[in-house]
């Protein structure tokens, strides 16, 4: 019997349909035994050679992993493939998929609602009150800010629609967008848009540094900045000392180079830390998960 490994802990926790779905048409599943995201080292080991197919999250699909396996197919939960070497799987037959609509929602929502809390310091607040203490902090409003959106998917172009009732400038960077295809957003190089936001949203693909200690000097005093793209991002470091200098206000974090996050950032209150939750809802969840079944045991049958 042919089987299929489950990369994702969290897969079907809500719901068990897309793991029947699995059963029922006649696979073995294997699940994650480490209920974290897998190494470069463990995914090789559960590869073994009666795996034809991966329901994959954010595992390291390089080439080395893929030429161990004898893999038919990945199928991401999710949007992003920057974990994959796509022309080696390619090169080696093996089929890609993902789930580029699922989260959509979801994330959009959350950035809304995490940038909102980080402005009027709901999560500091909130911690405080926890322990007892009645502190007032005073906050910032949205309305009239100029918002820099990087990367104009998807989620950027949601993110972009819940936050024009807010009368925000919105500045977009994203390389594959022309200027004259926008109305109402100003497109621009990061490097110039930079000094002219209040607020920096990433929703870009790749893990390339774009925050570093130089970028972050260019900006605005005050400024604050969200991640729930990739890890890697914004330089933790330089992030660090930008919160300790107060040339950043604040900072909202969902997504991590290495997770579970252990790390200087945990020490700054000033520096909110989700654990990469993104497009954890159960609406989000279910709709991606199945889909992402659908779309393996549609290439295993088909070939």
């Known amino acids: 019997m042919s089987s299929i490994l489950i990369g994702p802990s969290s897969f079907a926790e809500l719901d068990q349909s897309p793991l029947q779905k699995l059963s029922d048409a006649g696979y073995n599943i294997i699940d ?15 590869l073994k050679d009666d795996v034809c197919g991966i329901i994959a999250g954010l595992e390291p699909f390089d080439r080395d992993v893929l030429k161990s396996a004898k893999l038919k197919v990945i199928s991401r939960v999710g949007s992003g493939l920057s974990n994959v070497d796509l022309e080696s799987c390619e090169e080696l037959g093996i089929k890609v998929c993902s789930t580029p609509n699922g989260p959509t929602e979801a994330v959009a929502e959350l950035t809304l609602g995490g940038l909102l809390g ?74 110039d848009a930079l000094p002219l936001a ?66 200087i950032l945990q020490d700054l209150p000033q520096v909110i830390l989700t654990p990469h939750v993104g497009s954890y809802t159960e609406e989000c969840r279910a709709e991606m998960e199945n889909e992402a079944v659908c779309n393996l045991l549609r290439v295993l049958q088909n070939g």
Not at 32 to 46: A, F, G, S
Not at 131 to 144: A, R, V, Y
Not at 204 to 227: P, T, W
Request: charged residues 25%; hydrophobic residues 40%; contains cysteine.
């Open 32 to 46: 994650n035994p480490y209920k974290r995201r897998l190494t470069k080292l463990e995914l090789k080991e559960l």
């Open 118 to 191: 980080m402005l009027r310091m709901i999560p500091q607040m909130n911690a405080s009150l926890h322990e007892g203490k009645w502190e007032k902090q005073i906050g910032t409003q949205l309305k009239g800010k100029t918002v820099l959106i990087v990367g104009y998917g998807r989620i950027g172009r949601r993110v972009a629609e819940l936050l024009r009732p807010f009368a925000v400038k919105l500045l977009i960077v994203d390389p594959n967008i022309e200027a004259a295809s926008l109305k109402d957003e100003c497109v621009m190089s990061l490097e």
């Open 198 to 263: 209040d607020i920096v949203t990433f929703h870009n693909s790749g893990e390339a540094c774009l925050l570093g200690e130089k970028e972050i000097s260019q900006m605005k005093q005050s400024i604050f900045l969200l991640n729930v793209a990739r890890g890697g991002i914004i330089s933790e470091c330089a992030l660090a000392q930008g919160i300790k200098s107060g040339k950043i206000a604040g900072a909202w974090l969902d997504t991590f180079g290495q997770e579970p996050y252990k790390g």
